[in-house]
């Protein structure tokens, strides 16, 4: 057993997806949402995200080949979706958005990705498995991947607390503070990938 391959992974995911970070722009996003609700939010958007990092281990390299998209092409639309949301809390209207489609498309979009399973995420997947030699590395990166998802969960689920302590008028100024982050994230992101672009073409 490569233990130095499963820690590497495991820190590298961690950092990337930023568990603690999530939790102020979770709960922004489910504030409408009773516990039970926001608890099954939380459980969704986990298991699309190792989903959609699993998939993109598994098969990401061949089907971006497939579509000819680049990987900086996949942050910059990661970032623009990102700015979407980000505009969303800043204005008020996540409220309208959550109201309208329920619990799924909160947890599928933007939680569980590109927030949970994003382009740093994803991309940070795809070298590891490239970088992989044989069943006992693929088995520690697949359990890293697991034990991250699973740190995550723990952290949603019991972010319900901190609703409590904040009341209403907190959880409205906890709200923007997201949509500012958010928004931070979305042009870094897009900075990231038009840097990247540069680099390939110049």
Known sequence: MDLKLFGEVFVTLLVI??????VPVFLALTR???SKERTRAGTQAVLLALGVIVGFAVAGKT???YLHVQLPALQGAGGLLLILVALQLLTGK???SSEQGGTTNVALVPIGTPLLAGPG???ATMLFVQRADGAVDYTMIGLAILAVMFAVWLVLRFSGGIVKLLRPAGIEVLTRIAGLLLAAIAVQLIADAVAAFVKLYA
Do not use: F, R
């Open 63 to 65: 089907l971006l080949d």
């Open 121 to 123: 995420a994803i991309v």
């Open 32 to 34: 409408t949402l009773p």
């Open 94 to 96: 996540a409220d309208e």
């Open 17 to 22: 997806v930023d568990p603690p970070g999530m």
